[in-house]
T-cell receptor, first 113, second 114 residues
Framework: KQEVTQIPAALSVPEGENLVLNCSFT??????LQWFRQDPGKGLTSLLL?????REQTSGRLNASLDKSSGRSTLYIAASQPGDSATYLC????????????FGGGTRVLVKP | NAGVTQTPKFQVLKTGQSMTLQCAQD?????MSWYRQDPGMGLRLIHY???????DQGEVPNGYNVSRSTTEDFPLRLLSAAPSQTSVYFC?????????????FGPGTRLTVT
């Protein structure tokens, strides 16, 4: 059974510092990995999608890497801003069980001005 | 495009009542799914559909029914609400089962069962 873990559960950094968020998964038979942002009381906003054949994906200040063999992905957010404060979730799309997404528990980020 | 829409945003039910959570998408996506989000449990798949007329169970299907009569709509029915169904419910869609597609989520429905 696929399990997805995000450590740490919470992170606090001063504004301007780079953020490094970790995601690990137990089964490398994935289609892709998706990073989401969730603001309190809101829905999920897709940030980046990395296909299983890709090593990384970039969008603006965001960069996500994928190492399928070791079951890890890292989301880097450069030059963090208070507006980056949110919960970040990673999810892997698995080959079995209806192509569902299996989510990690999330990392709650606070960027202090 | 409105994307994925969900109604209502908030709902309070009494134990034993039934209700339907609505989900619609205007992107002609084949694949739709329902998740619930609970503190400490993360998001878990309830039911999913790979196209009109086709539905299947996810991880936590008990107490919920779905149907998919059109490509656009995927309602979730609570047959007899229980306090354990207090949660935030998210509907998601993607273009198809093909592996490369990302999933898009609706804004959620916050349900409280008393």
């Amino acid at each position: 059974k696929q399990e997805v873990t995000q450590i740490p559960a919470a992170l606090s950094v001063p504004e301007g510092e780079n953020l490094v968020l970790n995601c690990s998964f137990t089964d490398s038979a994935i289609y892709n990995l998706q990073w989401f942002r969730q603001d309190p009381g809101k829905g999920l906003t897709s940030l980046l999608l990395i296909q299983s054949s890709q090593r990384e994906q970039t969008s603006g200040r965001l960069n996500a890497s994928l190492d399928k063999s070791s079951g890890r992905s890292t989301l880097y957010i450069a030059a963090s801003q208070p507006g980056d404060s949110a919960t970040y979730l990673c999810a892997v799309r698995v080959r079995a069980a209806g192509n569902k997404l299996t989510f990690g528990g999330g990392t709650r980020v606070l960027v202090k001005p | 495009n409105a994307g994925v829409t969900q109604t209502p945003k908030f709902q309070v039910l009494k134990t034993g009542q039934s209700m339907t959570l609505q989900c619609a998408q205007d992107m002609n996506h084949e694949y739709m799914s329902w998740y619930r989000q609970d503190p400490g449990m993360g998001l878990r798949l309830i039911h999913y559909s790979v196209g009109a007329g086709i539905t299947d169970q996810g991880e936590v299907p008990n107490g919920y029914n779905v149907s998919r009569s059109t490509t656009e709509d995927f309602p979730l029915r609570l047959l007899s609400a229980a306090p354990s169904q207090t949660s935030v419910y998210f509907c998601a869609s993607s273009p198809g089962q093909v592996s490369s597609y990302e999933q898009y989520f609706g804004p959620g429905t916050r349900l409280t069962v008393t």
